[in-house]
Every structure is written in structure tokens, then in C-alpha cells.
């Protein structure tokens, strides 16, 4: 696996340095032709390899990762552990989106092989690489390669995951508390953890380690609140109240119109949205995230009980996050992807049509990176 893995981030590498000149973004990509080489090699190679991938939440990360986090200006939006692991990268003189890059892929590496891994040890070897190839080409599983969170997030949590089934508790609740800090679905792990030791037998000495994942998001929260933030309720209900305490009151400095409502709620307005004027972003967010449901679906119930919980948490908390009138649903099958499970569940069912699944994934893995690299769509 580590063969496609090497695979896919020299084709996407090259398929994004090949777009970039069509709309150069960063002043790098501005400055630096993508080709011929140019001296200085080092910035050549960072302009050809880097540049391409800078785009929407990379830039906040590389911001938090250069200068911290600022009061009011919308950082705290983003969870501390990727950025701060980038941090001594750039003290020691690595460009931020180098060093945000280089966590990425050692990231995503670590947990393409934590998943092959999980799979073969309850499947055959040709459904585990089945279905670690479903979860890798999954159109969105390009972010594996990019600035972004969720190949650490996944690497925390397909490890703790993995940890729990191993009955090795304390390591469980530390890699999900590590989740915790990178993503804030992190704390949906409680739920897998939870029923994996419930089947084992745990005693009750062993729930302890269920606290780790709490621990850390009180943490984070106490942090922001206290030294950055402050508490801030400008208004009262669900949402002022879920921002101030968990996310953050300033989000709105990342994107201006954000909430969590039912999720019928979001739908109905993302369908409004599709009627009255239908544009490439919500188009895609709507087919991808149809996809992935119809995965789910098949591979329901080939999932145990605490992977059903986890991934349901997971769908509900993406189609429930709105994001305003003009794009009502950014990120949403970026936010759908990390409900693994689903597709570990895929390996387990014999099926001809699912064996053929990675192979009709890969025209969309590359597809999308296209309006991605464009800055025309968000993942």
C-alpha cells in the first residue's frame, strides 16, 4: 500500500502543478514559473510541489502555525495540535505550508497503513486492500496529501480505534484525545471506545481512559477561553452557547454565516439554495455527500455497533453544520470522509460490484482536485 500511496501523491502532485498556472494564487505561484526549473531549486521545488495546495483553510493553519493564536480574529476556530506540530518546523526555518505539508503526509501515510492493518487483521487480504483503497480514492481522500487536518485527525483516530480492539485502553484514550485536539469530532470516539470495551468486559477500573478525550477538549476550551477569547455571549441559545464554550465566538472571521441546526433544517436550505440558483460548489458537496450516504447504507450493517454510533455522529454533525445563504454546505464531504468505518465495512461484504468501486472512485479523486486547485470549490 505504500507503493499506491507513493502513487497517488506523485500523480497529484504533478496534476496540481500542471493546474496551477491556470490561476496562480499565492504570490509564490505568481513570482515563480511551474516550469522550467528556475534557480533558486529549493523555492522552484516549493512553488511546484506546495504552492498549488495553499488554498482556503491552509492559509489559516499556516497563519496559527507563523504567528499563534490572536484574540478575535478567527483562529480559534481551528483546533491546536496540526498547527502547533508545524510550529518548531518553522522556527527552524521550514516555509509554514512545507512544514504543514510534511505532517499531512507522514499523517496520511500512517493512517493508510493503521486502516490496511485493521482490515487485514479481521478480513482477507485482498478486502483489506479493497477497502483501503475505497477510503483512500474516495473523492475527498485527496486532502491526504494537502495542508489540511483530517490525515492527522485520521491517524489519531483509526489508531485508537485500533487500540480499543487490542484492549490496550490507555493508549486508546490517549491517540483519541489527540483526535480530540485536532478535530473537534475527535470526541465522537467516546462512542467506539465505549462499546469496545463494553464487549470486551471492562472493569470499571479500565473507564478511566474514556476521560482522556474529555480532558483534552476541556482543556483546549479552558485555554481559548481563558488566554485567548475570553467568554463571549453576545446572545443566548444552542449555538452562541456551542461557539463560546467549544468552538469559537470568532468564527465568523472564517466563514460569516455559520450555525448548526437539525439537520432536515440545513438540508431544506441547501435544497432551497439548489432550486433558486445552483452553482459548482453546492452541486458537488450534494453529489458527493449522496455518495457517500448510499456507502454507508451498504455497509450498514456489516458495522458493529460502536462503529454505527461513531459514523452516525459523524453524518449528523455534517449535514447539521450550515455555513450561510450563498454556500449553505462548504466542507461537506471533506466533514462526511472521516466516518472510516463506513468503509472498512465495505471490505467486509463479498461483492462484485464493490471490488470494481475503487477503479470508478479515481476519475473523481482527480476530477475534484481540479476546482480545488482553482480555489473553486472548497473540499
Known sequence: MIGIWALLLILTRMEAAWLSPLRPLTSLEHALPAWPPIA?????????????????????????????????????????????????????????????????????????????????????????????????????????????????????????????????????????????????????????????????????????????????????SLARITAIDGLSLTEHGFNSYLYALLLSPHANQVVTRQAFLWPWEAMGRALGKLVREPDVDLVLNLILAAGFVALTLRAWRWMDRGERLYTLAVTLTAFSYHTGPVHPYMGLPRHLWIAFPTFLALGRIRSRWLSLLPALQMPAFFFIIIPYVLEAWVP
Open 40 to 220: 533558486p531549486f529549493p523555492l522552484w521545488l516549493e512553488r511546484v510541489l506546495i504552492a498549488p495546495w495553499a488554498r482556503w483553510d491552509a492559509h489559516w493553519y499556516a497563519r496559527i502555525a507563523t504567528e499563534g493564536y490572536r484574540a478575535g480574529d478567527g483562529t480559534t476556530q481551528f483546533y491546536p495540535l496540526y498547527p502547533l506540530l508545524a510550529m518548531p518546523l518553522v522556527r527552524l526555518g521550514l516555509p509554514p505550508m512545507v512544514a504543514l505539508t510534511l505532517i499531512s503526509l507522514a499523517a496520511g501515510l500512517g493512517a493508510v497503513l493503521l486502516f490496511e492493518g485493521m482490515a487485514r487483521r479481521e478480513m482477507e487480504p485482498a478486502q483489506a486492500r479493497r477497502a483501503t483503497l475505497t477510503f483512500m480514492l474516495f473523492p475527498t481522500g485527496f486532502v491526504l496529501f494537502a495542508p489540511y487536518s483530517e490525515a492527522l485527525f485520521l491517524f489519531f483516530a483509526i489508531g485508537s480505534i485500533g487500540a480499543a480492539r487490542e484492549r490496550r485502553w490507555g493508549l486508546a484514550g490517549l491517540l483519541a484525545a489527540l483526535a480530540a485536539l485536532t478535530r473537534p469530532p475527535g470526541i465522537f470516539l467516546l462512542l467506539p471506545l465505549a462499546w469496545s470495551l463494553r464487549e470486551a468486559g471492562g472493569r470499571l477500573r479500565d473507564t478511566g481512559f474514556l476521560l482522556l478525550p474529555l480532558l483534552a477538549l476541556g482543556g483546549w
